[in-house]
């Protein structure tokens, strides 16, 4: 267990899932940069978060839940928790019968290939487990290119995955050491790609080389 001075942003097990580097400069090096895709994505998250509560028949539908699990090490928000009627859910004192929670996680682009978003909602549905003292099955990504939800099953393979990953960005921000770049070709549509510099920080690359090279002179 986690104390309430070690808890990490939920959003930093997407960061190191897409690329540790990011992560430590985000979370580490406070580094940050916005590009076109970074700011669409915030515009979104800004007018999911700014939603009044909604009620539908057998559906409760809240925005901006705050979250904590000192299971994982982690806090932050969902976008998006639907509470839907159900003899399995868990009872609030201010509304009747009981209730399942289905966190809803919401993103600009489309679909990655690394599981890094549903790393993401998974760590949401444990900290509404450890909160609530229920069991979350399953969860949604809205992606904003196909503007439909992919729904996500929780199963006992991604709550391995998204353990190990807290465990591995709590060791890696303990360790105070950012890793070097490594470009692939999904870097150029990193918002941090001019201050990361990825071809020129990479394993391989060294301040001696970089200067003979520039002057055309061997060191």
């Given at each position: 267990m986690y104390r309430e001075d070690e808890l990490l942003p939920i959003s930093?097990?997407?960061h190191y899932l897409f690329c540790p580097r990011?992560?430590?400069l985000i979370h580490l090096e406070q580094v940050w940069a916005e590009n076109i895709l970074t700011a669409e994505g915030r515009l979104?998250?800004?007018r999911v978060h700014s939603g009044d509560a909604e009620n539908r028949v057998g559906i409760r539908t809240v925005f901006a839940v705050k979250l904590r699990s000192l299971q994982l090490g982690l806090c932050g928000q969902a976008d998006m928790v639907e509470f839907r009627r159900?003899?399995?859910g868990v009872r609030f004192s201010e509304l009747n019968g009981c209730w399942q929670p289905y966190p809803v996680e919401y993103k600009h682009g489309k679909p990655k290939l690394e599981p890094c978003d549903e790393v993401q909602l998974c760590a949401q549905a444990v900290c509404i487990e450890e909160?609530?003292?229920i069991e979350v099955p399953q969860g949604a990504i809205f992606y904003g290119t196909p503007r439909r939800r992919t729904e996500v099953r929780f199963t006992e393979t991604?709550?391995?995955l998204t353990t190990q990953t807290a465990k591995e960005v709590h060791a890696l921000l303990k360790r105070q050491r950012t890793p070097a770049g490594h470009y692939e070709k999904k870097c150029k549509k990193c918002?941090?790609?001019?201050?990361?510099?990825?071809r020129a920080t990479g394993p391989k690359k060294n301040i001696a080389a970089y200067i003979s090279k520039a002057f055309d002179t061997p060191l």
């Open positions: 930093a097990l997407q990011q992560c430590a979104l998250h800004d159900s003899e399995q909160m609530l003292n991604l709550r391995q918002s941090l790609y001019d201050l990361c510099l990825p």
